[in-house]
């Protein structure tokens, strides 16, 4: 099952491109909850390349590693990647004259109700979005 979120960011598409793939941007902007953070990012941004970003709770009591390699990647139009656990996603990126809309759409996986799913994928893209027009 695919799920798909997106959001629409008004910001030139170098920013919205560079923000979604520099580590130190992607540590300011990739949680899901306010009470989350990621503490750690890296990006090698090429096929066969890979990313890391360490998401954990602000408390401390939970955290895990998000690791994928890169399968595709066309510059500031497309990204694809497979996840650690064979899951397949794809970053989307087109320019319209409101924004630039970005389309992230991923393999579900077993453990939580797509619904949620969806939710946490569409926060982090939120976050995202609110990041890149606010950093201006």
């Known amino acids: 099952m695919k799920i798909s979120v997106e959001t629409r960011v008004k910001a030139d598409l170098g920013q919205v491109w560079d923000a979604y793939n520099n580590p130190a941007d992607i540590k300011q902007w990739k949680a899901a909850q306010d009470d989350w953070h990621t503490t750690s990012s890296t990006v ?10 360490r998401m954990e709770a602000k408390d401390g009591s939970a955290g895990f590693d998000f690791e994928a390699t890169y399968t595709r990647v066309v510059p500031k139009k497309l990204i694809e990647y497979r996840m650690s656990d064979g899951r397949e996603a794809k970053i989307e990126f087109a320019e319209h004259s409101d924004g630039i809309l970005v389309t992230v759409s991923f393999d579900a996986e077993t453990e939580n109700p797509p619904e949620l799913q969806r939710q946490g994928w569409q926060a982090i893209l939120g976050n995202f979005g609110r990041y890149v027009e606010d950093k201006g």
């Open 44 to 53: 090698d941004l090429r096929e066969g390349g890979a990313f890391m970003s």
